[in-house]
C-alpha cells in the first residue's frame, strides 16, 4: 500500500504497463510528488538504486485529466488495474489489492484534481472596462473604455465613445479587438506568423466547456490583441516553434 515518506510524497510500488495494449506489466517504484507536480517513477526504491540513478518515467500532474478503475473490458486479465488518462495517451497500472487500488486512485485524483472557485457561476456577459495604460510614445494616446459582450461564445470588444455609444463600424482599425474561440490544435494552414505582439501573461487555468459545461485545465496565451487556448504547454512550445499561432476562428 502507499505511505508518505518525510517529504510528504506518497510512495509504493506498482505495476505498470511497458506499452499501451502490449499486456506486459513491469514492477516499478512510484512517487507522487505534489510540490514538483509530478508522477515518478523508477526501477526500484531510490535508496537502493546507485548514486545518480534517475527516474525511468514520469508525467506532470497538470496533464492528468482522469484516473478511474479500469473496466473488465479494457483489461479483462489484470485484477486491481487502474487506467491514468493524460492528454492523448493511457498509462495502465496493477496495485497489490483492492485497498492499494483505493488508495492511488484516489490519491492521484486528489493531487491532479481542478478546482472551481465556488459562487463564481457563468462569468458576466456584458461590462465595461478601461484598456491598460500605452506605453511611453512620442505621441500621448488616449484611453478607450471597452464594453464587452459574449455573443454566440465568442467574446466580443467594442470600444465606447466618450459620449456613450458604441465605435462606428468605420472606427480606425485596431482600435479594438475581438477575442474568438482557438482550436485546441496546431493547425497546418491558414495561420499567420507569429509576428505580433509580444505575450503579456501565459499559464495554466481552467475552461468551461461550450457544449458539455465540464472543466478541463488548458494552457493559455494573452497578447494585446488575442486569447489562445491549447492541451498543454508543449503543444504551445511547438507552436513557437513552428512559427505559427492557432487559428482564431
Request: aromatic share 10%; with cysteine.
Amino acid at each position: 500500500m502507499p505511505y508518505v515518506d518525510r517529504q510528504n510524497r506518497i510512495c509504493g510500488f506498482l505495476d505498470i504497463e511497458e506499452h499501451e495494449n502490449s499486456g506486459k506489466f513491469l514492477r516499478r517504484y512510484f512517487i507522487l510528488d505534489t510540490q514538483a507536480n509530478c508522477l515518478l517513477w523508477y526501477m526500484d526504491n531510490p535508496q537502493n538504486l546507485a548514486v545518480g540513478a534517475g527516474a525511468v518515467g514520469a508525467l506532470q500532474l497538470t496533464y492528468i485529466s482522469k484516473v478511474s478503475i479500469a473496466t473488465p473490458k479494457q483489461k479483462p486479465k489484470t485484477p486491481f488495474c487502474f487506467v491514468i488518462n493524460a492528454l492523448s495517451q493511457r498509462y495502465f497500472l496493477q496495485a497489490n489489492d483492492q485497498k492499494d487500488l483505493k488508495d492511488w486512485v484516489e490519491a492521484l485524483n486528489q493531487a491532479s484534481k481542478i478546482t472551481v472557485p465556488k459562487g463564481g457561476g457563468l462569468p458576466v456577459t456584458t461590462e465595461v472596462f478601461k484598456s491598460l495604460a500605452a506605453p511611453p510614445a512620442l505621441e500621448k494616446k488616449p484611453q478607450v473604455a471597452y464594453k464587452t459582450e459574449i455573443i454566440g461564445g465568442v467574446v466580443v470588444h467594442t470600444p465606447i465613445s466618450q459620449n456613450g455609444g458604441e465605435g462606428q463600424e468605420g472606427s480606425e482599425p485596431g482600435s479594438h479587438a475581438i477575442l474568438r474561440r482557438s482550436q485546441s490544435y496546431i493547425p497546418t494552414s491558414g495561420c499567420r506568423a507569429s509576428t505580433g505582439p509580444p505575450l503579456i501573461k501565459s499559464g495554466y487555468c481552467v475552461k468551461q466547456g461550450n457544449v458539455r459545461k465540464s472543466w478541463k485545465r488548458r494552457f493559455f496565451a494573452l497578447d494585446d490583441f488575442t486569447i489562445c487556448y491549447f492541451k498543454c504547454e508543449q503543444e504551445f512550445e511547438t507552436s513557437l516553434a513552428n512559427m505559427v499561432k492557432p487559428c482564431l476562428y
